[in-house]
Every structure is written in C-alpha cells, then in structure tokens.
C-alpha cells in the first residue's frame, strides 16, 4: 500500500483556475497508476481523471475533459491535477488514489486513498 497525501485545494471564483498535488509514500509510486476522484455533499464518489504509472497514458470524464489535466512526477512521487475553467459543479472533495493497473474508473479498484482536499467554486 501507498500513503497519499492531497494538498492544493481551496476557495475559488468560476472561471478560476487550481493546482491539486497528492504525495505518495514508497520507493515504488511509479509502478501504481493513480485516479484522482470527487465527491459532492450527497452523492456518491465519481471518477475525475486517471494516469498510468508511467504518465504516457491518460482518460477523464467526459464532465472534466478539456478544462483538467493529470500529470505525474515520478521523481517526486507526486501526481497533480490541473483544473481550469472551474464552475460551480466541481465543488467537491477531491481525492486521489493508487491502484496497481491502469484502466479502471471504479473506485472499489482502487486500494490506497488521501484524506481528500475541498474545493469551492463560488459563481
């Protein structure tokens, strides 16, 4: 298992932009794809975007595609979540996670979770 730690959220004006950071534990965080998921008062966690271990491949919801980037900095152990374009929709608390394959939208697949970081958007 890897520990994460998600930084980087916040308060927010629609259109704004923010950079989410989640810190990984371990000699191995290259070999874990990770996910960075959302959950809204009330309803239930849903997949934002995923990464492959190496960083060469990448998917999002359709909901986030064009205005979020995921990246990762295996030297670092960091993965990060760029989000342009914010609207009032993506208040959530945003979470990241690791799993050992890629492909997977499902959070059930994934086995290490941060403690998630909120993030506003005020209209």
């Known amino acids: 298992q890897v520990q994460l730690v998600e930084s980087g959220g916040g308060l927010v004006q629609a259109g704004d932009s923010l950079r989410l950071s989640c810190a990984a534990s371990?000699?191995?965080?290259?070999?874990?794809?990770m996910g960075w998921f959302r959950q809204a008062p009330g309803k239930v966690r849903e997949f934002v975007a995923a990464?492959?271990?190496?960083?060469?491949?990448?998917y999002y919801s359709d909901s986030v595609k064009g205005r979020f980037t995921i990246s990762r900095d295996n030297a670092k152990n960091t993965v990060y979540l760029q989000m342009n374009s914010l609207k009032p929709e993506d208040t959530a608390v945003y979470y990241c996670?690791?799993?050992?394959?890629?492909?997977?939208?499902?959070?059930?697949?994934?086995?290490?979770w941060g403690q998630g970081t909120q993030v506003t958007v005020s209209s």
């Open positions: 371990g000699r191995t965080f290259s070999s874990y794809a």
């Open positions: 990464i492959s271990g190496s960083g060469g491949s990448t």
């Open positions: 996670a690791a799993r050992g394959r890629y492909g997977s939208t499902w959070p059930n697949d994934y086995g290490s």
